[in-house]
């Protein structure tokens, strides 16, 4: 049966239009970004059919074209389609972050920064530029690889602050391993940077280590 012949109010764009898209499975969610199905499957049908294929909605969401494209009924229009959403969903983010005070809103800078280097399959040293009220000047990755003292250039940090005119900054890096807890890797790259920055009168607000799950922030530890 096709879902145009199920009862509206369990049709998933009805649904979503009446009750909001946090009521839909993820199965409904994906049914509305495929719009059909196949020969003898509901877009529905497809999409739990694609979620088991993947193991889950974020491992389809975050494969590659290659990976991506060998799912029935997708191809490279629809992953194309498919990253075109998932950059506007960051760059919501990011323009929504350019209106406020960072430091009164944590939640967001970690939901922006998980949504920029969760994902990740090695280590990228990221910084947010603000401007002396807090508000995002830019993002910017600086480093790739593994982060440690060696890797992570406290000078290019400088000169990347001062060509940004930045007031403040927050620093952020990931653990592909998925596991947030600081290193003291991170911790001693953290002190020299602060050393680095004091002397041009740029403060440094925090240093967020994205996981797979959370986000710890240096901060909130008072390791900083």
């Not at 975050?62 to 960051?90: H, I, N, P, W």
């Not at 991170?186 to 240093?207: G, K, P």
Request: with cysteine.
């Amino acid at each position: 049966m096709s879902i145009a012949q199920w009862p509206e109010a369990e049709r998933p764009r009805e649904k979503l239009l009446k009750q909001g898209p946090q009521s839909l499975s993820d199965a409904e969610l994906l049914a509305i970004f495929l719009r059909v199905g196949c020969v003898g499957k509901s877009a529905v049908d497809l999409a739990r059919e694609l979620l088991q294929q993947y193991g889950g909605l974020r491992p389809l969401l975050e494969s590659d074209q290659t990976e991506f494209c060998r799912g029935l009924g997708l191809g490279s229009a629809k992953y194309a389609q498919l990253q075109a959403v998932l950059e506007m969903g960051r760059r919501h983010l990011s323009a929504s972050m350019q209106e406020g005070d960072l430091l009164t809103s944590p939640d967001l800078v970690r939901r922006y920064l998980s949504a920029q280097l969760r994902h990740r399959h090695q280590e990228v040293f990221a910084v947010l530029f603000l401007d002396n009220q807090h508000r995002l000047l830019a993002y910017e990755e600086l480093f790739f690889g593994t982060i440690d003292g060696t890797s992570v250039h406290p000078r290019e940090v400088v000169r990347k602050a001062i060509a940004r005119n930045a007031a403040a900054l927050i620093l952020a890096h990931n653990h592909p391993s998925g596991v947030a807890e600081p290193s003291q890797a991170d911790r001693r790259i953290t002190e020299r940077l602060q050393q680095a920055l004091d002397l041009i009168d740029v403060r440094v607000l925090d240093h967020m280590v994205v996981g797979d799950r959370e986000v710890v922030s240096f901060a909130e530890r008072g390791l900083m």
